[in-house]
C-alpha cells in the first residue's frame, strides 16, 4: 500500500503543483522581485533598489491616507456587519413564521458580483442624495458611509447563515436549564449563547475583517475614490498607482507587497486565534 | 499499472503543451485603440486577406484599457506587432518597444511630418487619424434663438461669435430665453464623472495650455522645457468652465455621476443647444433614439477662452493615436506590418475603408478632396483645417504627464463645481501634480 501510494505521488500531485508553480509560486517571486524595479511590461525590468519603497512614503502619495481610510471602514464595517448578522441570526432561529423565506432573502445580496452590486447602490444612494441636491462624490463622508452601507448589504446575510448554524448548535437542554434556574433572556444570551457561539464569531469576524480590507470591486464602482482620492481603499489605491501614471509601476508594486505583508498579518492572526479557539471547545 | 500512469502523465504533459499554443502565429498581430471601429477592422483583415493572402488579427481593446492590455500582451511570445502610442509621454512609456520607422513608405506618405513622434533622428509614431473638436451647436436651435423678437444681443449667425466676450453674452442671453427656445440649458451637462471627465480636464484644458506653452516658447519635443507649468491662463480656464457650468442643463452639484453619454443624449434629443466634444462623437448623436437633431443641423465652432486676438482661432485640431510597430517581433512580421498600413492608407481598397468606413481624417498625401469622411462633424473639421484666415490649435495635451494628473485635475474641477475647492486650490493643485508627475516619468 504505501509503495503504491509512493509511486503514485507525482501523478497525484504534479498538476496541483505545476497549477501551484504557475499561477502563485513564480508570479509571487516576481511579483517582490519587481518590487525593487522600474518596469514598464515583465520583462524590461531595471534594478532600482529601495527608490520604490521610498517613493511610497514620500509627501503627496495617497497611500497612507488609502491605508487610514481602509482601517477605518474595516473597523466601522466589521462590527455593524457582525453585529447586524447576530441579532438577524437570533431572530431567524426563533422559529417565526417565515424563517425559511428569510434566511434566503437576507443571503441573496451575496449571489451578486462586486460590480453590479456598486454600481446599483451608487444609483440608490444618488437617488436619496439627490434629495438634497448633490451626489455621493460630493463628500468623502457620503462615500464612506455608502461603502458600509453597500458592505453589510453584501456580508450580512453570509455571516448570518454561519451564526444560525452555531446557534442550532447549540443544546436545547442548556436553555431548559437555564430557564428552570430563572435566568433572564438577557443572562441566557450573554452567559449561554455568547460562549457557545464563540467559535462562529472568531470565524464571522476574521472573514468580514479581510474582506474589508482587501475589497476592490465595491470601492471601484461605487466611488472609484471620488471625491479626489479620499475615498479610495488599498486595492484601488495599487490599481490606481499601477496604471495611472507612467513610469510608476514599480511604485505600485511596491505597493502590492506591503499590502501583502498586511493581509498575511491578519491572516496570522485570525489562524492563531481561531486555533486557539478550537482547543477551548 | 506502470503503463497506465506513464500514459496519464503523457496526456497531461500533452495538454499543457496545447494550450500553451493556441495563438495563431502565423498573422500580423495589431493591437486595436478604437473599440468603435473594431467590426470595421474586421471586415479590412478580411478584404486584406482576400488581396494579398497574409492575415491580420485584430485585437481590441476595451475602452479606456488599452494601456492595461498593451502591457499584458507586449510581454508575451506572440506579441501585438502594430501597436500604438497616444503622443510623447506614450513614447516614453514604450520607447523600449518602438521601431524606427524613418525609412518606411508609411512616413513618406505623411503630409505634415512635424506631426510623427520623433527622438533624435528616429521616428518611431506615425499620426494615422487627426480628430477636431470644438463647440457642437444646433442650427436649429440657433436660428431659432436668432429669430426672438425679444432677445438681448444683435448677433445674426453663429459665424458673428469669435470671441469668449460674444459667446458669452450670447450664451447667457440664451440662458434668459431657454423656455422660449425649449431647452433646459445652453451646454449639456459637464459630465465629471471620473473616468467621464477628459472633455475637461483633457480636451478643454488643451487650449489655455497652448497659448501657454506659445508664451513660454515651449519645444513640444523637448521635455525640460515644459516639465514645470504656470497655468498662466488658469483664470480664463475658470472664465469658460464657469459658462459651462451656469449655462447647463444640470446643477452643479449633480456632475459627479454624470457621463459622456448623457451629455451627448441631452444634445441628440434637442435639451440643449450646444456641447463641447469632437468628430467621433457624431456617431454618439446619431445613434441616440429619438433623436431631434438632422444632419445638416449640427455644426462646430471654436472654444474660445479670452485671449487676445482670438478672432482667427480655429477648432482644436490634432492626434493621439499613433502607430508603432514593436521592435522586439520578427523582422518577417515587422515588415508585413508596414506592409499592411501601407496597403491601408495608400491603396484603392485600403483608402475606402479608412475614409468611408472608419471615417479618419487621414494625414497622409494618399488621400484626395473626395476622399474625405462623410460625416457632417469630420467633414466640418476638414473644412476649418483648410480655412485660409483661421489657425487650428494643436493638439498639446498628448505632454500632459499621466493618467493620474489628469484624474486627478478632474478631481479637482468636480469639487469645484460643487462648491468644496476653491478655484485657487484647482490651479495650485494642476501645476503641484504637473511637476510631480513628470519628475517621476524622469526618474
Same mark, same amino acid.
Given at each position: 500500500?504505501?509503495?503504491?501510494?509512493?509511486?503514485?505521488?507525482?501523478?497525484?500531485?504534479?498538476?496541483?503543483l505545476?497549477?501551484?508553480?504557475?499561477?502563485?509560486?513564480?508570479?509571487?517571486?516576481?511579483?517582490?522581485?519587481?518590487?525593487?524595479?522600474?518596469?514598464?511590461?515583465?520583462?524590461?525590468?531595471?534594478?532600482v533598489?529601495?527608490?520604490?519603497?521610498?517613493?511610497?512614503?514620500?509627501?503627496?502619495?495617497?497611500?497612507?491616507?488609502?491605508?487610514?481610510?481602509?482601517?477605518?471602514?474595516?473597523v466601522?464595517?466589521?462590527?455593524?456587519?457582525?453585529?447586524?448578522?447576530?441579532?438577524?441570526?437570533?431572530?431567524?432561529t426563533?422559529?417565526?413564521?417565515?424563517?425559511?423565506?428569510?434566511?434566503?432573502?437576507?443571503?441573496?445580496?451575496?449571489?451578486?458580483?462586486?460590480?453590479?452590486?456598486?454600481?446599483?447602490?451608487?444609483?440608490?444612494?444618488?437617488?436619496?442624495?439627490?434629495?438634497?441636491?448633490?451626489?455621493?462624490?460630493?463628500?468623502?463622508?457620503?462615500?464612506?458611509w455608502?461603502?458600509?452601507?453597500?458592505?453589510?448589504?453584501?456580508?450580512?446575510?453570509?455571516?448570518?447563515?454561519?451564526?444560525?448554524?452555531?446557534?442550532?448548535?447549540?443544546?436545547?437542554?442548556?436553555?431548559?436549564?437555564?430557564?428552570?434556574?430563572?435566568?433572564?433572556?438577557?443572562?441566557?444570551?450573554?452567559?449561554?449563547?455568547?460562549?457557545?457561539?464563540?467559535?462562529?464569531?472568531?470565524?464571522?469576524?476574521f472573514?468580514?475583517?479581510?474582506?474589508?480590507?482587501?475589497?476592490?470591486?465595491?470601492?471601484?464602482?461605487?466611488?472609484?475614490?471620488?471625491?479626489?482620492?479620499?475615498?479610495?481603499?488599498?486595492?484601488?489605491?495599487?490599481?490606481?498607482?499601477?496604471?495611472?501614471?507612467?513610469?510608476?509601476?514599480?511604485?505600485?508594486?511596491?505597493?502590492?507587497?506591503?499590502?501583502?505583508?498586511?493581509?498575511?498579518?491578519?491572516?496570522?492572526?485570525?489562524?492563531?486565534?481561531?486555533?486557539?479557539?478550537?482547543?477551548?471547545? | 499499472?506502470?503503463?497506465?500512469?506513464?500514459?496519464?502523465?503523457?496526456?497531461?504533459?500533452?495538454?499543457?503543451?496545447?494550450?500553451?499554443?493556441?495563438?495563431?502565429?502565423?498573422s500580423?498581430?495589431?493591437?486595436?485603440?478604437?473599440?468603435? /471601429?473594431?467590426?470595421?477592422? %474586421?471586415?479590412?483583415?478580411? *478584404?486584406?486577406?482576400?488581396?494579398? +493572402?497574409?492575415?491580420? =488579427?485584430?485585437? !481590441?481593446?476595451?475602452?479606456?484599457?488599452?494601456?492595461?492590455?498593451?502591457?499584458?500582451?507586449?510581454?508575451?511570445?506572440?506579441a501585438?506587432?502594430?501597436?500604438?502610442?497616444?503622443?510623447?509621454?506614450?513614447?516614453?512609456?514604450?520607447?523600449?518597444?518602438?521601431?524606427?520607422?524613418k525609412?518606411?513608405?508609411?512616413?513618406r506618405?505623411?503630409?505634415?511630418?512635424?506631426?510623427?513622434?520623433?527622438?533624435?533622428?528616429?521616428?518611431?509614431?506615425?499620426?494615422?487619424?487627426?480628430?477636431?473638436?470644438?463647440?457642437?451647436?444646433?442650427?436649429?436651435?440657433?436660428?431659432?434663438?436668432?429669430?426672438?423678437?425679444n432677445?438681448?444681443?444683435?448677433?445674426?449667425?453663429?459665424?458673428?461669435?469669435?470671441?469668449?466676450?460674444?459667446?458669452?453674452?450670447?450664451?447667457?442671453?440664451?440662458?434668459?430665453?431657454? /423656455?422660449?427656445?425649449?431647452? %433646459?440649458?445652453?451646454?449639456? *451637462?459637464?459630465?465629471?464623472?471620473s +473616468?467621464?471627465?477628459? =472633455?475637461?480636464? !483633457?480636451?478643454?484644458?488643451?487650449?489655455?495650455?497652448?497659448?501657454?506653452?506659445?508664451?513660454?516658447?515651449?519645444?513640444?519635443?523637448?521635455?525640460?522645457?515644459?516639465?514645470?507649468?504656470?497655468?498662466?491662463?488658469?483664470?480664463?480656464?475658470?472664465?469658460?468652465?464657469?459658462?459651462?457650468?451656469?449655462?447647463?442643463?444640470?446643477?452643479?452639484?449633480?456632475?459627479?455621476?454624470?457621463?459622456?453619454?448623457?451629455?451627448?443624449?441631452?444634445?441628440?434629443?434637442?435639451?440643449?443647444?450646444?456641447?463641447?466634444?469632437?468628430?467621433?462623437?457624431?456617431?454618439?448623436?446619431?445613434?441616440?433614439?429619438?433623436?431631434?437633431?438632422?444632419?445638416?443641423?449640427?455644426?462646430?465652432?471654436?472654444?474660445?477662452?479670452?485671449?487676445?486676438?482670438?478672432e482667427?482661432?480655429?477648432?482644436?485640431?490634432?492626434?493621439?493615436?499613433?502607430?508603432?510597430?514593436?521592435?522586439?517581433?520578427?523582422?518577417?512580421?515587422?515588415?508585413?506590418?508596414?506592409?499592411?498600413?501601407?496597403?491601408?492608407?495608400?491603396?484603392?481598397?485600403?483608402?475606402?475603408?479608412?475614409?468611408?468606413?472608419l471615417?479618419?481624417?487621414?494625414?497622409?498625401?494618399?488621400?484626395t478632396?473626395?476622399?474625405?469622411?462623410?460625416?457632417?462633424?469630420?467633414?466640418?473639421?476638414?473644412?476649418?483645417?483648410?480655412?485660409?484666415?483661421?489657425?487650428?490649435?494643436?493638439?498639446?495635451?498628448?505632454?500632459?504627464?499621466?493618467?493620474?494628473?489628469?484624474?486627478?485635475?478632474?478631481?479637482?474641477?468636480?469639487?469645484?463645481?460643487?462648491?468644496?475647492?476653491s478655484?485657487?486650490?484647482?490651479?495650485?493643485?494642476?501645476?503641484?501634480?504637473?511637476?510631480?508627475?513628470?519628475?517621476?516619468?524622469?526618474?
Amino acid at each position: 500500500m504505501q509503495k503504491t501510494l509512493k509511486r503514485y505521488f507525482p501523478i497525484f500531485v504534479a498538476p496541483t503543483l505545476l497549477a501551484f508553480l504557475i499561477a502563485f509560486a513564480i508570479p509571487f517571486i516576481m511579483g517582490i522581485y519587481l518590487s525593487f524595479t522600474k518596469f514598464t511590461t515583465v520583462t524590461n525590468a531595471q534594478f532600482v533598489g529601495l527608490y520604490n519603497y521610498k517613493q511610497i512614503f514620500t509627501a503627496g502619495d495617497h497611500f497612507l491616507h488609502a491605508l487610514w481610510f481602509t482601517v477605518k471602514f474595516t473597523v466601522v464595517s466589521t462590527i455593524t456587519v457582525n453585529v447586524i448578522a447576530f441579532c438577524l441570526a437570533l431572530l431567524l432561529t426563533k422559529g417565526l413564521r417565515g424563517t425559511h423565506f428569510f434566511r434566503t432573502v437576507f443571503f441573496m445580496p451575496n449571489l451578486i458580483g462586486g460590480i453590479v452590486l456598486g454600481y446599483i447602490w451608487q444609483l440608490i444612494i444618488n437617488g436619496f442624495l439627490s434629495g438634497l441636491g448633490v451626489d455621493i462624490t460630493y463628500s468623502a463622508n457620503y462615500g464612506f458611509w455608502g461603502l458600509v452601507l453597500l458592505t453589510n448589504w453584501q456580508l450580512v446575510g453570509y455571516m448570518m447563515i454561519i451564526y444560525i448554524a452555531g446557534l442550532q448548535n447549540i443544546s436545547k437542554e442548556m436553555y431548559e436549564a437555564a430557564s428552570i434556574d430563572g435566568a433572564r433572556p438577557m443572562q441566557v444570551l450573554r452567559h449561554i449563547t455568547l460562549p457557545l457561539v464563540m467559535p462562529s464569531i472568531t470565524i464571522c469576524f476574521f472573514l468580514t475583517l479581510t474582506n474589508s480590507f482587501k475589497m476592490f470591486d465595491q470601492n471601484y464602482a461605487l466611488t472609484a475614490g471620488a471625491p479626489g482620492r479620499e475615498t479610495s481603499m488599498l486595492a484601488l489605491d495599487i490599481f490606481q498607482t499601477f496604471y495611472g501614471s507612467v513610469g510608476s509601476e514599480g511604485i505600485g508594486q511596491a505597493k502590492a507587497v506591503i499590502f501583502f505583508i498586511l493581509v498575511a498579518l491578519l491572516a496570522g492572526i485570525q489562524l492563531y486565534f481561531t486555533r486557539k479557539r478550537e482547543v477551548d471547545v | 499499472m506502470k503503463k497506465i500512469s506513464l500514459l496519464l502523465l503523457v496526456v497531461l504533459l500533452g495538454m499543457l503543451l496545447l494550450s500553451s499554443c493556441g495563438g495563431q502565429q502565423d498573422s500580423i498581430y495589431f493591437l486595436n485603440f478604437k473599440p468603435e /471601429s473594431a467590426a470595421i477592422y %474586421d471586415e479590412i483583415a478580411r *478584404a486584406y486577406k482576400n488581396e494579398t +493572402g497574409v492575415s491580420l =488579427r485584430v485585437v !481590441t481593446a476595451a475602452s479606456g484599457t488599452y494601456e492595461q492590455t498593451l502591457k499584458s500582451e507586449i510581454g508575451k511570445t506572440d506579441a501585438p506587432v502594430i501597436f500604438q502610442i497616444n503622443g510623447p509621454v506614450g513614447y516614453t512609456a514604450w520607447k523600449d518597444y518602438c521601431l524606427n520607422l524613418k525609412d518606411t513608405a508609411i512616413y513618406r506618405h505623411l503630409s505634415d511630418k512635424s506631426m510623427a513622434i520623433t527622438d533624435g533622428d528616429g521616428v518611431y509614431g506615425i499620426p494615422y487619424v487627426v480628430e477636431g473638436y470644438g463647440i457642437i451647436y444646433n442650427k436649429k436651435i440657433m436660428n431659432a434663438y436668432f429669430a426672438l423678437q425679444n432677445r438681448g444681443t444683435s448677433f445674426q449667425s453663429v459665424e458673428e461669435v469669435n470671441s469668449f466676450v460674444e459667446l458669452k453674452a450670447l450664451v447667457e442671453d440664451m440662458t434668459a430665453h431657454k /423656455s422660449e427656445l425649449g431647452i %433646459d440649458g445652453v451646454f449639456a *451637462a459637464t459630465s465629471l464623472k471620473s +473616468g467621464e471627465d477628459w =472633455r475637461w480636464q !483633457t480636451h478643454l484644458a488643451n487650449v489655455p495650455m497652448y497659448y501657454e506653452f506659445l508664451d513660454e516658447n515651449v519645444d513640444l519635443t523637448k521635455p525640460e522645457t515644459y516639465k514645470n507649468v504656470l497655468f498662466s491662463y488658469a483664470d480664463r480656464y475658470k472664465a469658460i468652465f464657469d459658462l459651462y457650468l451656469n449655462n447647463s442643463t444640470t446643477d452643479p452639484k449633480l456632475l459627479g455621476t454624470k457621463q459622456v453619454a448623457d451629455s451627448m443624449a441631452e444634445f441628440a434629443l434637442g435639451k440643449c443647444a450646444m456641447v463641447q466634444n469632437g468628430n467621433w462623437a457624431y456617431a454618439q448623436i446619431a445613434d441616440v433614439s429619438g433623436n431631434t437633431v438632422k444632419e445638416e443641423d449640427v455644426g462646430f465652432m471654436p472654444i474660445y477662452i479670452g485671449v487676445s486676438e482670438e478672432e482667427s482661432q480655429g477648432l482644436c485640431i490634432g492626434t493621439e493615436n499613433y502607430f508603432a510597430i514593436n521592435k522586439n517581433a520578427d523582422p518577417k512580421k515587422q515588415e508585413e506590418a508596414l506592409a499592411f498600413l501601407e496597403w491601408l492608407f495608400t491603396s484603392e481598397t485600403g483608402k475606402q475603408y479608412v475614409s468611408k468606413k472608419l471615417d479618419f481624417i487621414a494625414p497622409f498625401d494618399t488621400f484626395t478632396d473626395s476622399e474625405k469622411p462623410s460625416d457632417p462633424l469630420g467633414r466640418e473639421v476638414n473644412e476649418w483645417l483648410n480655412r485660409e484666415e483661421t489657425y487650428s490649435i494643436p493638439w498639446v495635451f498628448t505632454v500632459f504627464p499621466s493618467q493620474n494628473f489628469k484624474s486627478d485635475f478632474g478631481a479637482a474641477l468636480l469639487q469645484y463645481a460643487q462648491g468644496n475647492k476653491s478655484w485657487e486650490e484647482v490651479k495650485s493643485l494642476f501645476v503641484n501634480r504637473w511637476a510631480q508627475e513628470y519628475a517621476s516619468l524622469q526618474n
